[in-house]
């Protein structure tokens, strides 16, 4: 079974840091793109974050960039979202997912989610 | 940046009824379109990807179309666990774009 587990989320002041982890399992995990994808509470969907199969390429949201850097262990089949310079707005769950095939950006593994809070 | 706009914002039907979900693009995106569902504390789950295909699993009841600006998903008769949110994303320019999304809630 494909699966999908976000760790690394908490509580954490303006300005501080937090590195999430998805750790991958049941697939080839070099093999395709992750994202990341939040939700702040009662709000809609927001990408975050994109990195290529071979990790050659990053993209990320306006709201994360310079903040936010993404990156990927193949050894470790675990990826990575080292977030710096924390604010409130940042407050969400944090989803990441693999994509349909290669770098067709589709998402369709999902993990359940780690929730960040950054107090106001 | 391609905002993506979904209307209704809730749709208020009865199980056994046909939904159908509007999502526009304020620029063409040709067919790299998606659509997902979620459901409370859950994370999302594709349905439908390049507008129109089915991804695995996905019962035939959804189904997808359009192109460039305009897409519709279609429920053609919604089970009970088909109430819950529903959101477009696109892929074809960065950065990638979700919906405000729809809720399709029981009448």
């Known amino acids: 079974e494909m699966q999908l587990l976000e760790s690394g989320g908490g509580l954490v002041q303006p300005g501080g840091s937090l590195r999430l982890s998805c750790a991958a399992s049941?697939?080839?995990?070099?093999?395709?793109?992750k994202t990341w994808v939040r939700q702040a509470p009662g709000k809609g969907l927001e990408w975050v974050s994109v990195?290529?199969?071979?990790?050659?390429?990053?993209y990320y949201a306006d709201s994360v960039k310079g903040r936010f850097t993404i990156s990927r262990d193949n050894s470790k089949n675990t990826l990575y979202l080292q977030m710096n310079s924390l604010r409130a707005e940042d407050t969400a769950v944090y989803y990441c997912?693999?994509?349909?095939?290669?770098?067709?950006?589709?998402?369709?593994?999902w993990g359940q989610g780690t929730l960040v809070t950054v107090p106001s | 940046e391609i905002v993506l706009t979904q209307s209704p914002a809730t749709l208020s039907l009865s199980p056994g009824e046909r939904a159908t979900l509007s999502c526009r693009a304020s620029?063409?995106?040709?067919?790299?379109l998606a659509w997902f569902q979620q459901k409370p504390g859950q994370a999302p789950r594709l349905l439908i990807y390049?507008?129109?295909n089915r991804a695995t699993g996905i019962p035939a009841r959804f189904s997808g179309s359009g192109s460039a600006t305009d897409f519709t998903l279609t429920i053609s008769s919604l089970e009970p666990e088909d109430f819950a949110i529903y959101y477009c994303?696109?892929?074809?320019?960065?950065?990638?774009?979700f919906g405000g999304g729809t809720k399709v809630e029981i009448k």
């Open positions: 997912a693999r994509a349909l095939r290669s770098d067709y950006y589709y998402f369709v593994v």
């Open positions: 049941g697939f080839t995990f070099s093999s395709y793109a």
């Open positions: 990195i290529s199969s071979n990790g050659d390429k990053t």
């Open positions: 620029q063409s995106v040709r067919n790299f």
């Open positions: 390049d507008a129109s």
């Open positions: 994303q696109q892929i074809y320019s960065w950065p990638l774009t």
